[in-house]
């Protein structure tokens, strides 16, 4: 039911940062992203409610922070310390309550790589 469009994406080296944005077209209940590497599932990294109510996998707590502006429709993903298995396309999600109105955006590159 929206239309999201992902930024932040890039090359960094290992240990270095990166701050992902997502713009969303309307507001949604819950928001976060996913990532995918080549030749492996689409796996969550993190999601937050309108109330800022979060939640990650555990491979990812710790190192990566997820918050959203309400005025803006958009999330953010600030990550630090990131490491070469964080290769992988990162895409937002966004959705209501029982999953009504789930929208994806086109995804946006990440490559940690000396």
């Known amino acids: 039911q929206v239309q999201l469009v992902e930024s932040g994406g890039g090359l960094v080296e290992p240990g270095g940062s990166l701050r992902l944005s997502c713009a969303a077209s309307?507001?949604?209940?819950?928001m976060g992203w996913y990532r995918q590497a080549p030749g492996k599932l689409r796996e969550l990294v993190a999601t937050?409610?309108?109330?800022?109510?979060?939640n990650y996998a555990d491979s990812m707590k710790g190192r990566f922070t997820i918050s959203r502006d309400n005025a803006k429709n958009t999330v953010y993903l600030q990550m630090n310390n990131l490491k070469p298995e964080d290769t992988a396309v990162y895409y937002c999600?966004?959705?209501?309550?029982?999953?009504?109105?789930?929208?994806w955006g086109q995804g946006t590159q990440v490559t940690v790589s000396s």
């Open positions: 999600n966004a959705r209501g309550l029982g999953g009504r109105g789930d929208s």
């Open positions: 309307g507001s949604m209940f819950s």
């Open positions: 937050i409610t309108r109330g800022g109510s979060r």
